[in-house]
């Protein structure tokens, strides 16, 4: 009798995520850039509505640059995270239900 062997393999995808290094901390916000991306969930653009006008009246950002997503269960494309990254200082991904 001839022995054999059973590879058994697991058919979902591995999800190894990456560990990465936390941001620099800004020493503050004032003169800063901040972007804000709204998730397109329920109240997110209301919540970001609200920090928007605290962040420029009470801590002093210079400008605030806003991107909504398509939809909540999308991730923000690469090339947007790039962008902002780029053109602004501190982002928050504003999440509402």
């Known amino acids: 009798m001839t022995e054999r062997s059973v590879t058994i393999v697991n058919p979902a995808a591995e999800d190894v995520a ?8 800004l020493d503050g916000l004032r003169g800063k850039r901040v972007a804000l991306v709204d998730n397109s969930k329920h109240n997110a653009d209301e919540f970001l509505r609200v920090l928007e006008t605290r962040l420029t009246r009470d801590h ?24 902002l990254a780029q053109s602004c200082d501190a982002l928050v991904h504003g999440v509402a239900d």
């Open 18 to 25: 990456p560990r990465l290094a936390g941001a620099k901390r």
């Open 60 to 83: 002093g950002v210079a400008g605030v640059e806003r991107y909504r997503k398509a939809s909540p269960s999308v991730p923000t494309p690469p090339e947007i995270i790039s962008r």
